[in-house]
Each structure stands twice: as structure tokens, then as C-alpha cells.
């Protein structure tokens, strides 16, 4: 690609670099009075928690494949929103270990914030490429970038639904590969491998949906662009093929252990009513009337009417993105719309995924395509009709709006309860509509060019106006965001010295996890069998959150602690630390007879199938504390009786390996409250065993009499392999990147 960045593209870029810092100054100003926050929710506690985890394993230079702080234990790597060796998550943790500071509340939204910049510009020279040679295409492409970069969409729920953000804004640079590889008659294959590397990232982000959007937009932009070619779908298959080869390589240290993972968790057992959900018919009226529920749809009143003309344009490349705005609009309806239906069992992937509405990420891109076009449009010759048409157009779209808000006004004054923030916005809109229109009227008389630049601020001043108050920022400083700091019944946990045990965070007063809630036992340091990950082992799960009652939850996973609303348990406890939180009463109880995390047990139960261990789990007449659920027969001979003396010590545990000794004169069962996962290699005495599935959700490794060493080590084979193959593949796109450098110098 040998583009020239001239004056007018440095305007541009600089006129989105002051756009977003318009929008996120109150992020980053010193000035606590002035200081806004993300909202806390998923962004605290999912993403700064399980952040906070990666930044305290990555800063002493240990990759975090376990994480056991959470759902009882989880593979932290394999976690798709753990996004644990995204590469631009390893540069946030670099740069602020480099200038010494600490995870915080506000570093994940300096990240987001970042990457929302990375969109708009890197969208912006997509644009810049797919109109190059045509008069206008510099304000084209910052109108159609700030369309998509703050629309209804991006600066709402993705700022704090971080991995949906952070996979999104890699799809520029997916399509600009696309589009290089295939504007010249000979293919050039260096571009799509970039094209790849692109949706590679995507996929590392952490949100799979999103990632699979791309994909699929991805290979449908492929094809069109391959399909004026003789040997079209040669040519289809080898791109498609070069760019999923290379977007596997990229992300295979990622992709490998999660599809291991996914098929392990209860996520796996959602049906069509849980993924069917989507956009109603009705919130099609969020285009020209945001904020009266939520508006991911808008793209403002300004770009809606420049869309409309793009797609009115002359010209192949807007039928694709008039089919994707279309395809992408009916599939964020979801159930609603028979062809979410029709496709469910036919298109591939699409029965994983729940959240239809997020298919709106491609009418996003899609919008922006057409808004570059609309203002190109504006720009072209016209006959005295055409121009008489547009200009006739736009004054119908702005008296239209203009009655709309007249008639909102006069039900406003005639119904005392009627919806304020209507008005407000059918104002907003009849305002922007009354000025673009006269701005488009007035550059078709005159094609002076400072006309196109006010219209083009004035698509970026509305988007502004209206998403500037975005419900996901809210002004609590950073100091001020106390969720950071453990409370003190939390304090009272940390100060137990106790080698290893859980807690159960519970469901305080609406909030999973400790509180405040959310996955804070990996922020913390303490070991929480619940969390709110997406992701839950389906096991762990159905004891922890779904069937089994709370008391046989705290037997199975060791727990020791639980956080409470009430002063009381259904088993024996005594309340040692109490706190108010969210206004009421929040106590911490220790659990008289807790069971430990390695116990050493001398009668089992052998029962195949996780299901039918939970039911004799459940019996109120089973003691599991003295028998264990094998799902395997141990082929032990067990006496039944506990000998004296007999005792398991846990005497070294990290996150991936952990040690216990155990003695014992009778053959026994070694019951570890860990979770039964692939990739866990134990060693007795040095020799390799294999620890039997227990309860339908940990292990046990029975042993024989005697004193013994048992090691529990993490070394799971998806991820060395994924490891592997990113390694070689990231290698060879860098050789690929210096190739191309050196041979560009040489011309």
C-alpha cells in the first residue's frame, strides 16, 4: 500500500484524535472534581478483577494458565474474556509496570479508551483506501469513521463489556487487508496474511461472538471482491483459506485451550429460547430517537440521511454493504425474525451464541461505508434533476422531523405524564436535520468545500450532543471507587494464615462473589467457589449455583468462610466479622467443621455419571465426608475405618502446582477440593498416576498405605501445542512485515 498521508489526511486524523478526547476527557483530567468513572458493574467485576489477576501473574513473569480464585478453580487462559495473552493487554500491563504504577480502576478504561481511538483511525484509512481518486474522500472517511466510532453503539454497553469493545475495533483492519490484497489484478497475498492477523486479534480480544461477526464479514467481503475475477472461486477458497490459516496461527495459543474449555462448561447446555434474544421490531425507531431505552442503533440523523444517499450512489461496492447492513440488521432482531429461525441449524456457529443484538456490530461498519459514500455523493457531477432530487430529499427528511417534533410538542402539552426525553430528542433531532439539510442544499448550489467540512463537524457535534451522556460514564472519580479495596470481613479472610481454603462469596444482597461482587476473589487473593464468569465448569457449576443445596457446596469445595446477608446457616457457624454493605447488614460466618481441601477418606461409592453423584450428593442420610463419589472404580481395597494417626497436609500450593503429604496405615482415597480438569498431571512418590473424577466435580488418587508425596502440576497440552503454533505463525508475519519493508525500500 503506497499511500500518501497528506495535509488533509493529518487534519483528519487530527480532528478524530480531538473527537475522542472530547468524548473521554473527564477520564483522563487530574481534576478530581471534574472526574468521571466507568460504571462498575461487568467492567469491575469481570473485567478490572480478572485483570488484576493477569497483571499480578504477568508482572513476575509467570503466564496465568489457573486461576483459583474463582468458580471453585478455572483455566484462566482458556477463559475467552480472560484475554490472557492479548497483545495489546500485555503492552497496558508493560507500560504500567515501566512507570510504576499499580492496577487500578481506571486502567482497563485507558485501554478501552485507546482502543476506541485505534477504530476510528484505522477505520478511517480503510475509508481513505476504498475511495481513493475520489473528490471528497477525505471528509468521506472521518464522516463514516466517526459514524461508527461514536454512534449509539460503540460508546455504549462495549465500553464496559471490554472484550466486545476490544474485538470489534480490530475489523478495519481485517477488511483494509482485504481490500489491498485484492485492488490490483494479481493478488497479493501479503496483504491478506495482514487481513488475518487482524482477525487473529480479534479473536484473542475475548469475545467469540464478536470475533465471529468478523469472520463472517470477513469471508463475505472475500468473496465480493474476488467475484469479478474468471477463477472466482479458486481465487475465494485460497483467500479464505490464507486468511483462516493465519487467524488460527495468531490466536491458537488462545483458540486451542478455550474450545477444550467450552466444552467442559454449563454455557454448552443454553437452548434456542436462552440465544434466541434480539432487538424488537419497535427499536428500529432508536435511529432518529435514541435514549429512551438504549440506542445501539444510532448512527445519527445526519449520517442516516448521508447513508441514504450512499446507498442511492452508483457503483458495485455499495451493494455489499447495503446486504451487510441488511443481513446484520435482521440477524440482531434474533427470534423475533424468521430468519434467525431459518438459520439456526444451517449457519455454523451461530446456535453458540446467545445475544443476537450484537450482530449490529456489522450494521455499524456497514453505516459507515455508506455515510463515506453519501458525502462522495454529494461531491459528483449531477444532472439539474439529480440535483433537484437530493436537494428536495433532504428538505422532506427535515420537514418530516420537523413535524414529528411539532406533533411530540403538542402531546407533550396535552398529557401531564408524557415522556420528557422524547421531546428533548425530537427537538435534537429536527434541529440537526433542519442545519444538515440546509448545508446540503446550499454545497449542491455552490460546491464550496468549507460547506463539506461544517457538514461533516456537524455529524461528529451531534454524535457528540447526544452520546456524550452516555449512561456507561458516570461522574465518581477514581479515588472514590472504593470496590477496590477489600472490605473488613474481607481483611479478616486475608489475614487467615491457613496454607489453603474457600470461601463462599454468596449472593449478598443481589451481588455474586464477594462483596462488592463480581470475580473479586481473583482481585483479592482469595479463593471464591462462585464468580460470574460466562464460562463455569459444568460440574462445578451444578453443585455450586444449580442443583445441589449451599451445604453440600461448602463439603465439596472445602469452604471455610461464607459471606452472608443473614446471621444464621443452615450448618453450624459463628459470625467473626460483620460489615454494612449497600446499606444492610452483611456478615461473614466461619464454618465450625469445615472440611479441609486435602482429606483423607477410607470408604467410596462408585457411580458413573456426574448427574447420579449429585443426586446421592444431595441425600441428607449420605455422609460425604466419610465416603467418596468415585466416577471410576479406584480398584482399592478400603477397610472403612479411619486409622489413627492417619493425616493429609497440604504443604506448597501456587496456582498451577501444589503438593501434599499424606500418611496413612490402611489404603485410603486422597480427596482434593480441586476441580477434575484435563491438563492436571499427578505424581505419587515420583510416579505418574491418574486421579479419578469425585463427586461429579473434583478428584481423588487413592493410595496405598504407607507415607506418600502427591504433586498436582498444570501442564496442559492445548496450550503448548496453541503456544506452538502462534509462535511460528507470529514469527513468520513478522519476517513477512520485514520482507515487505526492505523490498518497498529497494523500490
Same mark, same amino acid.
Given at each position: 500500500m503506497n499511500i500518501k498521508v497528506n495535509r488533509a489526511d493529518a487534519y483528519a486524523v487530527l480532528a478524530l484524535a480531538i473527537v475522542w478526547l472530547v468524548f473521554f476527557w473527564r477520564i483522563f483530567t487530574p481534576n478530581i472534581n471534574d472526574q468521571a468513572t466507568f460504571i462498575e458493574g461487568d467492567y469491575f467485576g469481570q473485567f478490572v478483577t480478572f485483570g488484576a489477576y493477569q497483571y499480578q501473574r504477568l508482572s513476575t513473569g509467570e503466564i496465568p494458565l489457573w486461576n483459583p480464585y474463582n468458580n471453585g478453580g478455572l483455566p484462566f487462559l482458556a477463559d475467552t474474556q480472560s484475554a490472557a495473552l492479548y497483545p495489546p493487554r500485555l503492552l497496558t500491563i508493560a507500560l504500567t509496570n515501566l512507570t510504576g504504577g499499580a492496577w487500578t480502576y481506571s486502567t482497563l478504561q485507558n485501554e478501552v479508551a485507546f482502543h476506541l481511538l485505534f477504530y476510528t483511525l484505522v477505520l478511517y484509512a480503510f475509508l481513505r483506501r476504498l475511495l481513493r481518486h475520489m473528490h471528497g474522500g477525505h471528509?468521506?472517511?472521518?464522516?463514516?469513521?466517526?459514524?461508527?466510532?461514536?454512534?449509539?453503539?460503540?460508546?455504549?454497553?462495549?465500553?464496559?463489556?471490554?472484550?466486545?469493545?476490544?474485538?470489534?475495533?480490530?475489523?478495519?483492519?481485517?477488511?483494509?487487508?482485504?481490500?489491498?490484497?485484492?485492488?490490483?489484478?494479481?493478488?497479493?497475498?501479503?496483504?491478506?496474511?495482514?487481513?488475518?492477523?487482524?482477525?487473529?486479534?480479534?479473536?484473542?480480544?475475548?469475545?467469540?461472538?464478536?470475533?465471529?461477526?468478523?469472520?463472517?464479514?470477513?469471508i463475505a467481503y472475500v468473496v465480493w471482491r474476488m467475484w469479478p475475477r474468471p477463477d472466482r472461486w479458486r481465487m475465494s477458497v485460497l483467500g479464505i483459506g490464507l486468511l483462516g490459516v493465519v487467524t488460527l496461527g495468531v490466536t491458537a495459543v488462545h483458540f486451542l485451550p478455550g474450545l477444550e474449555y467450552l466444552s467442559l462448561t454449563m454455557r454448552t447446555g443454553l437452548g434456542f429460547d436462552e440465544k434466541a434474544g434480539g432487538f424488537l421490531f419497535q427499536d428500529v425507531t432508536m435511529m432518529l430517537y435514541p435514549r429512551l431505552t438504549w440506542s445501539p442503533l444510532y448512527m445519527g440523523v445526519v449520517g442516516l440521511g448521508l447513508a441514504v444517499l450512499g446507498a442511492l450512489r452508483t457503483?458495485?461496492?455499495?451493494?455489499?454493504?447495503?446486504?451487510?447492513?441488511?443481513?446484520?440488521?435482521?440477524?440482531?432482531?434474533?427470534?423475533?425474525?424468521?430468519m434467525y429461525h431459518a438459520l439456526y441449524n444451517?449457519?455454523?456457529?451461530?446456535?453458540?451464541?446467545?445475544?443476537?443484538?450484537?450482530?449490529?456490530?456489522?450494521?455499524?461498519?456497514?453505516?459507515?461505508?455508506?455515510?463515506?459514500?453519501?458525502?462522495?455523493?454529494?461531491?459528483?457531477?449531477?444532472?439539474?434533476?439529480?440535483?433537484?432530487?437530493?436537494?428536495?430529499?433532504?428538505?422532506?427528511?427535515?420537514?418530516?422531523?420537523?413535524?414529528?417534533?411539532?406533533?411530540?410538542?403538542?402531546?407533550?402539552?396535552?398529557?401531564?405524564?408524557?415522556?420528557g426525553a422524547l421531546l428533548e430528542q425530537?427537538?435534537?433531532?429536527?434541529?440537526?436535520?433542519?442545519?444538515?439539510?440546509? #448545508?446540503?442544499?446550499?454545497?449542491?448550489?455552490?460546491?464550496?468545500?468549507?460547506?463539506?467540512?461544517?457538514?461533516?463537524?456537524?455529524?461528529?457535534?451531534?454524535?457528540?450532543? =447526544?452520546?456524550?451522556?452516555?449512561?456507561?460514564?458516570?461522574?465518581?472519580?477514581?479515588?472514590?471507587?472504593?470496590?477496590?479495596?477489600?472490605?473488613?470481613? =474481607?481483611?479478616?479472610?486475608?489475614?487467615?494464615?491457613?496454607?489453603?481454603?474457600?470461601?463462599?462469596?454468596?449472593?449478598?444482597?443481589?451481588?455474586i462473589g464477594i462483596p462488592p461482587g463480581g470475580n473479586t476473589g481473583s482481585l483479592f487473593g482469595v479463593r471464591d467457589m462462585r464468580g460470574i464468569s460466562p464460562l463455569f465448569l459444568d460440574g462445578a457449576h451444578a453443585i455450586i449455583q444449580r442443583e445441589s443445596p449451599v451445604q453440600v457446596a461448602w463439603e465439596v469445595f472445602a469452604v471455610k468462610y461464607v459471606f452472608s446477608e443473614f446471621p444464621s446457616l443452615a450448618v453450624p457457624s459463628r459470625i467473626v466479622a460483620e460489615n454494612m454493605f #449497600?446499606?444492610?447488614?452483611?456478615?461473614?460466618?466461619?464454618?465450625?467443621?469445615?472440611?479441609?481441601?486435602?482429606?483423607?477418606?477410607?470408604?467410596?461409592?462408585?457411580?458413573?455419571?456426574?448427574?447420579f453423584a449429585r443426586q446421592l450428593l444431595a441425600d441428607a442420610r449420605f455422609d460425604s465426608r466419610e465416603v467418596i463419589i468415585l466416577a471410576d472404580d479406584p480398584m482399592l481395597e478400603v477397610s472403612g475405618q479411619r486409622?489413627?494417626?492417619?493425616?493429609?497436609?497440604?504443604?506448597?500450593?501456587?496456582?498451577?502446582?501444589?503438593?501434599?503429604?499424606?500418611?496413612?496405615?490402611?489404603?485410603?482415597?486422597?480427596?482434593?477440593?480441586?476441580?477434575?480438569?484435563?491438563?492436571?498431571?499427578?505424581?505419587?512418590?515420583?510416579?505418574?498416576?491418574?486421579?479419578?473424577?469425585?463427586?461429579g466435580a473434583v478428584v481423588g488418587v487413592?493410595?496405598?498405605?504407607?507415607?506418600?508425596?502427591?504433586?498436582?502440576?498444570?501442564?496442559?497440552l492445548s496450550f503448548w501445542v496453541g503456544a506452538g503454533l502462534s509462535l511460528v505463525t507470529w514469527a513468520g508475519l513478522a519476517i513477512l512485515g520485514l520482507w515487505q519493508i526492505f523490498k518497498h525500500r529497494r523500490l
Open positions: 471528509p468521506a472517511a472521518f464522516a463514516g469513521a466517526v459514524t461508527a466510532g461514536y454512534g449509539g453503539l460503540m460508546i455504549s454497553y462495549p465500553l464496559v463489556q471490554v472484550a466486545l469493545l476490544e474485538a470489534a475495533v480490530w475489523i478495519p483492519l481485517v477488511l483494509l487487508g482485504i481490500l489491498e490484497a485484492t485492488r490490483h489484478e494479481r493478488i497479493r497475498w501479503s496483504w491478506l496474511a495482514f487481513g488475518g492477523l487482524g482477525l487473529g486479534l480479534s479473536w484473542m480480544a475475548g469475545h467469540p461472538q464478536t470475533a465471529w461477526f468478523a469472520t463472517y464479514l470477513a457503483g458495485r461496492e455499495r451493494w455489499f454493504w447495503i446486504g451487510a447492513l441488511g443481513t446484520g440488521l435482521v440477524l440482531s432482531l434474533g427470534g423475533n425474525s424468521a444451517v449457519v455454523p456457529g451461530l446456535s453458540f451464541f446467545r445475544g443476537q443484538e450484537r450482530a449490529v456490530l456489522i450494521v455499524v461498519n456497514a453505516v459507515a461505508v455508506l455515510v463515506a459514500f453519501g458525502v462522495i455523493r454529494l461531491h459528483e457531477e449531477f444532472t439539474i434533476s439529480q440535483n433537484a432530487d437530493v436537494q428536495r430529499g433532504w428538505r422532506l427528511y427535515a420537514a418530516f422531523v420537523a413535524v414529528v417534533a411539532a406533533g411530540v410538542f403538542l402531546l407533550s402539552a396535552t398529557m401531564p405524564d408524557f415522556n425530537a427537538f435534537i433531532t429536527a434541529f440537526f436535520v433542519l442545519v444538515a439539510s440546509g #448545508l446540503v442544499v446550499r454545497f449542491l448550489q455552490t460546491k464550496h468545500t468549507i460547506i463539506i467540512v461544517l457538514l461533516v463537524a456537524l455529524v461528529a457535534f451531534e454524535l457528540l450532543t =447526544v452520546n456524550i451522556r452516555t449512561d456507561v460514564i458516570e461522574p465518581i472519580p477514581v479515588a472514590r471507587r472504593g470496590v477496590m479495596r477489600p472490605m473488613p470481613v =474481607v481483611n479478616h479472610v486475608l489475614n487467615d494464615d491457613e496454607l489453603a481454603f474457600r470461601v463462599d462469596g454468596g449472593i449478598v444482597h443481589g451481588f #449497600l446499606q444492610m447488614p452483611l456478615y461473614l460466618h466461619q464454618l465450625e467443621n469445615p472440611r479441609p481441601f486435602v482429606h483423607l477418606v477410607y470408604d467410596y461409592e462408585v457411580i458413573t455419571g456426574d448427574a486409622p489413627d494417626e492417619a493425616q493429609a497436609i497440604l504443604t506448597e500450593y501456587t496456582p498451577e502446582q501444589f503438593s501434599i503429604t499424606a500418611s496413612t496405615a490402611e489404603a485410603a482415597i486422597l480427596s482434593v477440593a480441586h476441580v477434575d480438569y484435563p491438563g492436571w498431571q499427578v505424581t505419587l512418590n515420583g510416579q505418574s498416576v491418574t486421579p479419578i473424577r469425585a463427586y487413592p493410595l496405598p498405605a504407607g507415607e506418600h508425596v502427591i504433586v498436582f502440576r498444570y501442564i496442559p
